[in-house]
């Protein structure tokens, strides 16, 4: 772990552990254990953390500071990319750690279809999404990264879809991204579902509209907003 800052980790007694003030639980402690490749005391952080906010709040929070330190220590060479790709690939792994416990119910919630546009490699937004919906009753059926838009378009129209979320990091996946949202339209079927986009390739207005999505999110609170006025009436 860098020791260029002061960090504090978290009591290894699950009593002792409860006494900890969310407040406590910095970017800079989650930047650490997840450039550690620590998934378990990761998990803990968030969980923590989950224990005080709302899972949209603690995502765009904490853990969105957090990777942008990996992010920002990646790029001054402070961390090299092995780090970085270790603090991505443990972060997915403590996501898996902190699944919302949902009952039965949610298995008959409208149904969000999440997919990263063809060629795109990086799922921590979908991953995290797909709990906060999941969370708010969604049926959410995660599709990956590097979806081909056929492949998107044809899974649409098997399925009886409420809402499509797309997303994608880099500028050179726009075209991508806007196949996707068209073979969503071509199997809509006169449904009318609404499309939302996400990630750095759509994060102005110009470029949004280029990709002739209906929303877009440049957070979970956002993307939580827009499936929540979009949610079928019935069903």
């Given at each position: 772990?860098?020791?260029?800052?002061?960090?504090?980790?978290?009591?290894?007694?699950?009593?002792?552990?409860?006494?900890?003030p969310?407040?406590?639980?910095?970017?800079?402690?989650?930047?650490?254990?997840?450039?550690?490749?620590?998934?378990?005391?990761?998990?803990?952080?968030?969980?923590?953390?989950?224990?005080?906010?709302?899972?949209?709040v603690?995502?765009?929070?904490?853990?969105?500071?957090?990777?942008?330190?990996?992010?920002?220590?990646?790029?001054?060479?402070?961390?090299?990319?092995?780090?970085?790709?270790?603090?991505?690939?443990?972060?997915?792994?403590?996501?898996?750690?902190?699944?919302?416990?949902?009952?039965?119910?949610?298995?008959?919630?409208?149904?969000?279809?999440?997919?990263?546009?063809?060629?795109?490699?990086?799922?921590?937004?979908l991953?995290?999404?797909?709990?906060?919906?999941?969370?708010?009753?969604?049926?959410?059926?995660?599709?990956?990264?590097?979806?081909?838009a056929?492949?998107?378009?044809?899974?649409?129209?098997?399925?009886?879809?409420?809402?499509?979320?797309?997303?994608?990091?880099?500028?050179?996946?726009?075209?991508?991204?806007?196949?996707?949202?068209k073979?969503?339209?071509?199997?809509?079927?006169?449904?009318?579902?609404?499309?939302?986009?996400?990630?750095?390739?759509?994060?102005?207005?110009?470029?949004?509209?280029?990709?002739?999505?209906?929303?877009?999110?440049?957070?979970?609170?956002?993307?939580?907003?827009?499936?929540?006025?979009?949610r079928?009436t019935?069903?």
């Amino acid at each position: 772990m860098s020791d260029d800052l002061p960090i504090t980790l978290p009591p290894v007694g699950h009593e002792a552990a409860a006494d900890v003030p969310a407040t406590s639980l910095s970017p800079e402690l989650l930047a650490g254990l997840l450039a550690d490749g620590d998934d378990e005391l990761a998990a803990w952080t968030l969980r923590h953390a989950l224990d005080e906010s709302p899972r949209a709040v603690v995502f765009d929070g904490l853990l969105r500071d957090a990777m942008a330190l990996v992010g920002e220590r990646w790029r001054t060479g402070q961390w090299s990319v092995a780090e970085e790709h270790l603090a991505s690939r443990t972060l997915l792994r403590a996501l898996e750690r902190i699944r919302p416990v949902l009952g039965p119910e949610h298995r008959i919630g409208p149904v969000a279809v999440l997919a990263g546009a063809s060629g795109e490699q990086h799922m921590i937004g979908l991953a995290c999404l797909e709990q906060v919906l999941a969370e708010a009753g969604w049926s959410v059926a995660n599709l990956g990264a590097d979806v081909p838009a056929a492949d998107l378009g044809a899974f649409v129209g098997r399925n009886d879809v409420a809402l499509v979320a797309l997303s994608a990091l880099d500028q050179s996946r726009l075209p991508a991204l806007a196949d996707a949202v068209k073979a969503v339209r071509s199997a809509d079927a006169g449904r009318g579902i609404p499309v939302l986009v996400g990630g750095q390739v759509a994060a102005d207005d110009a470029t949004f509209e280029a990709t002739g999505a209906d929303g877009l999110a440049r957070s979970m609170a956002d993307a939580l907003a827009f499936a929540e006025a979009a949610r079928p009436t019935s069903g």
